[in-house]
């Protein structure tokens, strides 16, 4: 058909679609292209010589949408992407070009708001948001691609502007201009794989200006890669790594051939962040001849990186670079694989040098240099010990697993309280487990464990529902868990198998034998080697390889995943709490505390908590914990917080009791009594005050409004409270309890002079001025709870200067954690893993804070106190606002300047009497109701209401 009479006006844009045999998927991906808002588009299919059905599909499409649709056939296949895009560009009669590949669709306004963004600033391109949705999860899971990218709209007249757009390397969320492509003669080269990378690098190069939208107009189809259905993730053939080295050369000559050289730290450190990563962190599954030779390929590359690019990328990817220009496989798989899950583990050794921490044994570079990731002080929770296997052998029907857990930097003290425990984890189902005790000891600066177990009374598998267990190994320190999963070390694995019964039928297997997952750690597989054996999973392979038999599977595992989803997520818990649970009578003498959310046992709710165990009234307390129950009261029943049980009590509870929030949209029955105990006095405005919600849609007030009108009781420490905080929440004047708060009465009275010196002892304070740091709550730049506290000052420079005389407590707010480096360890301690800050009050000779409520705890000592508020101008006035102005009420200096910091810490004497009347007006005026009676008042009020006391 001659191009004149196939369209007769220009399309607005051209949209190669390429594929090779996807005839499944290509109608989807051409519909998305048919259903564009803009009118004026063109597809043009070109098929790569499919061997399946794919050709006769595009044609089919083709003829359905006559002037709309073209197929193309490509005579033979060109193993890549390409030639087809090439071919596509020169058939494309469109003003703007955009591609789209088989398997994925464009979002149906897509072309439109490219083209309107290109009009509207003569973009020769303009680039859109893409989203990578998950095909090989439940629901399709989706991630954007860079998002901080698409923030907000741009427009830039060289990438030099903004290098970081080096990281969008697609071609596929993008919208050229045809006639800026043919005049600088782009196309794609036709040899290689990831010919995007370079391909988008030359446009970004060559394009006048570059417009970016905040808008999605791409969705990725992505799926494991080890199914290979894309030359792209087909990551486990060798040349498919050297074709991105070799692409990336390219690039780098095309940065000098256009004079931008100074792009290449910018692109290298894309490289070492993501492109690297991607292999690395598959490297394990690849045999010993693929590991060598990638290691020289690599190794040869990172020579040629920008030195400067160790400081620009991030810090684990950069050490993972490094490494392999050292040739420290073992080490660099370590650094790539840290930070891959929520909870990274550690493989490799720490080492400390002149108050610095280390990756690795070698020679501490600069590089290498992790104390600021906080590696040496992150909670155990929070991350894997590296654990491996020692040994697995079976003696009859007893089989003995033992194991070695690392102990870098002494992160386990070797008087922890240990214990441990081995437990065979269903693979599809990680909360379904066989468990049994581990002894656990202390041996060379190590962590062995060994466990012994009969597997024909322990493990009892369903069969082929439950084909494939994973070894964990569950270690406790002092009342803190951490999870760890053994490996194999050198490929070696254990012959011994463990002889098992399936609950339902042997022809799954009657054994469980043992192999490395493509991370070594130590997995089972169940099998049999009896004849009905062979011949029923040789029947179920055969049936789950299937077309018909993977969908089956696929939607019977989907529907599993979404049942269990739906049986124990959030909103069905609340709807059966609501609807049925609230039925249920209360139980008489029943109350549920929590603290922090769960996050501990501490607070106002922990010090009512231990009056009440006093009191005449038996009562029947559940505690909520969240995470850990280390720390809570052994003789309350705990109950998880969240979990059915939590529910259950809160609905049958005479007693509520937190002191922050139970969960929004339960309902309260008449007969449960909510004391609100709070954690602190109002300096920053609070609820219908604070600037967010003062604006917030009257739908989000109401919510508010009736998470508050559940308290019965709430407690206050001075008039200040009823007139800022109670108001600023709408809590009616008659439910107010002027007590004062639990967790005080300790400071008016004293404390128990015995635990306090035992905490003195373990803190190692030693007759040192003891200064506390208790900043308040932050959140990070996406206004989430920030994970980490960064200190205002230098704490290497307190030791250094103050070290001798003071001790440096660190307090960071319980959402938080803090990094403190080695060389301070002597005068600066960590005491964010105590549950309750009250002792530490008591211990402290001088509080440091910024606007934290401890402010009005602590001036109930009669101490000094010290203001260091960096930021107050920032967060006061723009950020949330206050109900007083600090520097004319504070009592204490408020300072802004590390060194005057420094300098009022040396004469603390000198602070006391400077500023005593202004403390005293400050407890008058916040504290008047602290008598150092509440927990009893309270208790008496509340609880024995209609009881007595003897």
């Known amino acids: ?43 043009i299919v070109v098929d790569d010589a499919s061997r399946d059905g794919t050709g006769p599909v595009a044609d089919r499409l083709a003829s359905a949408h006559p002037g709309r649709v073209r197929a193309v056939h490509l005579p033979e296949n060109s193993g890549g992407c390409g030639r087809p895009r090439n071919t596509g560009v020169g058939l494309a009669r469109g003003r703007y070009v955009m591609f789209l590949d088989s398997d994925d669709v464009l979002d149906r306004h897509a072309c439109l708001n490219l083209v309107a963004a290109a009009e509207e600033t003569g973009a020769d391109l303009v680039s859109g948001r893409c989203v990578r949705r998950r095909l090989d999860v439940p629901g399709g899971r989706e991630r954007a691609w860079y998002p901080w990218l698409y923030a907000r709209r741009a427009v830039y007249d060289s990438i030099t502007q ?18 800026f492509l043919l005049a600088q003669g782009l196309r794609f080269t036709e040899e290689l794989h990831y010919e995007d990378l370079l391909f988008s690098a030359e446009a970004y190069l060559a394009a006048r200006r570059i417009a970016i939208i905040a808008h999605r107009v791409y969705t990725w189809h992505w799926e494991d890669p080890a199914r290979g259905r894309t030359i792209s993730s087909r990551r486990a053939e060798l040349r498919n790594f050297a074709d991105r080295l070799e692409i990336h050369r390219r690039i780098d000559a095309a940065l000098r051939a256009r004079g931008a050289a100074d792009l290449k730290l910018h692109k290298d450190a894309k490289f070492v962040n993501h492109d690297l990563l991607l292999y690395m962190r598959e490297l394990r599954t690849r045999d010993p001849e693929y590991r060598r030779r990638f290691l020289d390929l690599a190794a040869r590359y990172v020579a040629e990186l920008d030195p400067r690019v160790f400081e620009n990328a991030n810090p684990l990817p950069a050490i993972a670079a490094f490494l392999l220009g050292r040739r420290d496989l073992d080490g660099a798989l370590a650094a790539a694989e840290y930070g891959r899950t929520r909870v990274p583990e550690l493989r490799a050794e720490l080492v400390e040098r002149d108050g610095r921490v280390y990756w690795g044994r070698g020679d501490p570079h600069p590089v290498l240099d992790v104390t600021d990731l906080g590696i040496h002080t992150a909670p155990l929770s929070r991350m894997r010990l590296g654990n491996t296997l020692a040994r697995l052998e079976r003696h009859g029907s007893l089989v003995r697993v033992e194991g070695r857990i690392g102990n870098p930097l002494g992160r386990v003290p070797t008087d922890a309280a240990l214990s441990a425990t081995l437990e065979f984890a269903d693979r599809r189902r990680r909360h379904r ?172 709710p922990r010090y009512l908590y231990e009056e009440l165990r006093t009191s005449p009234r038996p009562m029947t307390v ?3 914990y969240a995470k850990t129950t280390h720390g809570f009261p052994r003789d309350a029943r705990l109950v998880r917080r969240g979990s059915w049980a939590y529910y259950l009590a809160l609905a049958r509870a005479e007693f509520w009791v937190d002191d922050q929030g139970f969960p929004a949209g339960l309902r309260k029955r008449r007969g ?41 009781v709430f407690l206050v420490r001075s008039r200040h409270d009823v007139g800022t905080l109670a108001k600023g929440m709408g809590i009616a004047p008659d439910k107010l309890l002027p007590v004062g708060y639990p967790r005080n009465d300790p400071l008016v009275n004293g404390g128990d002079p015995k635990s306090l010196a035992a905490l003195r002892r373990s803190l190692g304070l030693d007759g040192r001025r003891v200064v506390l740091y208790a900043p308040t709550f932050r959140t990070g730049s996406d206004g989430r709870p920030a994970k980490h506290l960064e200190l205002p000052f230098d704490p290497v420079r307190f030791a250094r200067e103050l070290g001798d005389t003071h001790v440096l407590l660190v307090r960071p707010h319980y959402l938080s954690s803090v990094n403190l480096p080695p060389g301070a360890r002597h005068a600066v301690r960590d005491v964010g893993g105590l549950p309750d800050v009250t002792p530490l009050l008591l211990l402290s000779d001088a509080l440091v804070t910024d606007y934290s409520s401890v402010m009005f705890d602590y001036a109930l000592l009669d101490r000094p106190m010290v203001f260091y508020a960096t ?12 109900y007083f102005d600090l520097a004319e009420h504070a009592p204490g200096p408020v300072l802004d300047d590390e060194t005057a910091l420094l300098e009022t810490l040396a004469d603390l004497d000198a602070q006391r009497a400077a500023h005593a009347e202004r403390r005293r007006a400050f407890v008058a005026r916040f504290g008047e109701y602290d008598r150092g009676d509440a927990a009893r008042a309270v208790v008496e009020r509340v609880f024995l209401n209609g009881h007595g006391r003897d």
């Open 1 to 43: 058909m001659p191009e004149e009479s196939w369209m007769p006006h220009r399309p607005d844009v051209s949209v190669v679609v390429i594929a090779y045999d996807d005839a499944e998927r290509l109608p989807r991906a051409v519909g998305s292209v048919l259903a564009q808002s803009l009118g004026g588009v063109e597809t």
């Open 162 to 179: 903004a290098p970081d757009l080096l990281y969008d390397t697609l071609s596929t969320n993008k919208c050229y201009r045809r006639d």
């Open 433 to 604: 487990s066989f468990r049994v005790p581990a002894e656990v000891a202390h041996v060379g600066g190590r962590i062995e464990w060994r466990a012994e177990f009969r597997p024909l009374r322990l493990l009892r598998p369903l069969g082929f529902a439950d084909p494939v267990w994973d070894l964990r190994v569950r270690l406790r320190v002092n009342g803190e868990e951490s999870l760890t999963r053994p490996r194999i070390v050198g490929g070696r694995v254990p012959e011994a198998t463990l002889p098992v019964r399936p609950r339902l039928t042997r022809l799954a297997g009657d054994r469980l034998t043992p192999y490395a997952t493509g991370h070594d750690h130590v997995a089972f597989g169940l099998t049999g080697d009896g004849r009905r054996q062979e011949v029923a999973a040789r029947v179920v392979r055969r049936a789950v390889t299937t077309p018909a038999g993977r969908r089956l599977w696929r939607g019977l595992r989907n529907a599993e995943k979404r049942l269990h989803r739906g049986l124990t997520s959030r909103k069905t818990k609340h709807a059966v709490y609501n609807r049925l649970l609230i039925r249920l009578p209360i139980r008489a003498g029943t109350a549920v505390f929590e603290s922090r959310l769960g996050a501990t046992c501490s607070d106002n």
């Open 622 to 624: 559940f505690w909520s």
């Open 672 to 712: 449960t009594k909510y004391v609100q105990t709070w954690h602190g006095s109002a300096f920053k405005r609070m609820g219908l005050d604070q600037p967010e919600l003062k604006n917030a849609g009257r739908g989000e007030q109401q919510r508010f409004r009736r998470m508050v009108d559940r308290y019965d």
């Open 871 to 882: 930021d107050l101008e920032e967060y006061v006035g723009r950020a949330r606002g206050s």
